[in-house]
């Protein structure tokens, strides 16, 4: 399967303690999206990499999220401190440089923080 | 505001039926796509649709890209239970894609 791929599936954990997940986009693909999900709306974007440069962040994204792309290839999300508003879907999706509106999407993180 | 406001939000249909789901804007798209969520996967693209009026086919599927650009349709002829899901209207923001909220489409045997 050469699609993107997510890490874990599924994630549940206590308020206060860190969760990171992780992102292998397709190979070829040098752009990078993060999106997050809450039930009954579509995916709001969180921040976005053109090879490692981090070159945009959302609102959302506040200072308990990071973010990185070391080497240009998979990326990492990690969420310190959780809150139970951070229950959501985390969605990785990756495009080519000259399509970079066709992103195609991992199956994505489910996240509960009890 | 919704940028993009999708119309119905919720539809649930017998199998066989005929159905459209709208998605409609105040601005205009040099380019918008139609995606696929089902329950506890990532969406997955349709199809990407750049020309006013364009119309294209997948299938039992016809999406449609307004004249203005400010608008598109999705057509299915004869629905099947395995068109259920959530049908996701987007464009593009700068770099990034910007999501309608959805149109969650069941078709019952």
């Given at each position: 399967?050469?699609?993107?791929?997510q890490?874990?599936?599924?994630?549940?954990?206590?308020?206060?303690?860190?969760?990171t997940?992780?992102?292998?986009?397709?190979?070829?693909?040098?752009?990078?999206?993060?999106?997050?999900?809450?039930?009954?709306?579509?995916?709001?974007?969180?921040t976005?990499?053109?090879?490692?440069?981090?070159l945009?962040?959302?609102?959302?994204?506040?200072?308990?999220?990071?973010?990185?792309?070391?080497?240009?290839?998979?990326?990492?999300?990690?969420?310190?401190?959780?809150?139970?508003?951070?229950?959501a879907?985390y969605?990785?999706?990756?495009?080519?440089?000259?399509?970079?509106y066709?992103?195609?999407?991992?199956?994505?993180t489910?996240?509960?923080?009890? | 505001?919704?940028?993009?406001?999708?119309?119905?939000?919720?539809?649930?249909?017998?199998?066989?039926?005929?159905?459209?789901?709208?998605?409609?804007?105040?601005?205009?798209?040099?380019?918008?796509?139609?995606?696929?969520?089902?329950?506890?996967?990532?969406?997955?693209?349709?199809?990407?649709?750049?020309?006013?009026?364009?119309?294209?086919?997948?299938?039992r599927?016809?999406?449609?890209?307004?004249?203005?650009?400010?608008?598109?349709?999705?057509h299915?002829?004869?629905?099947?239970?395995?068109?259920?899901?959530?049908?996701?209207?987007?464009v593009?923001?700068?770099?990034?894609?910007?999501?309608g909220q959805?149109?969650?489409?069941?078709?019952?045997?």
């Open positions: 399967d050469t699609g993107v791929s890490d874990p599936r599924h994630k549940i954990t206590k308020r206060g303690q860190n969760v997940f992780r992102c292998d986009p397709i190979s070829e693909h040098n752009r990078l999206y993060w999106y997050r999900q809450t039930l009954g709306q579509g995916p709001e974007f969180l976005y990499f053109q090879n490692e440069a981090q945009e962040k959302s609102r959302l994204l506040s200072d308990r999220f990071s973010a990185e792309r070391p080497k240009g290839s998979f990326s990492t999300l990690e969420i310190q401190r959780t809150e139970q508003g951070d229950s879907m969605l990785c999706a990756s495009s080519s440089p000259g399509l970079p066709e992103q195609y999407f991992g199956p994505g489910r996240l509960t923080v009890t | 505001t919704q940028l993009l406001e999708q119309s119905p939000q919720f539809l649930s249909i017998q199998e066989g039926e005929n159905l459209t789901v709208y998605c409609n804007s105040s601005s205009v798209f040099s380019s918008l796509q139609w995606y696929r969520q089902e329950p506890g996967e990532g969406p997955v693209l349709l199809v990407t649709v750049v020309t006013g009026g364009e119309v294209k086919k997948l299938k599927l016809t999406f449609q890209f307004g004249d203005a650009r400010k608008d598109s349709s999705l299915i002829t004869a629905a099947q239970p395995g068109d259920t899901g959530l049908y996701l209207c987007v593009q923001g700068a770099q990034k894609l910007v999501f959805g149109t969650r489409l069941t078709i019952n045997p």
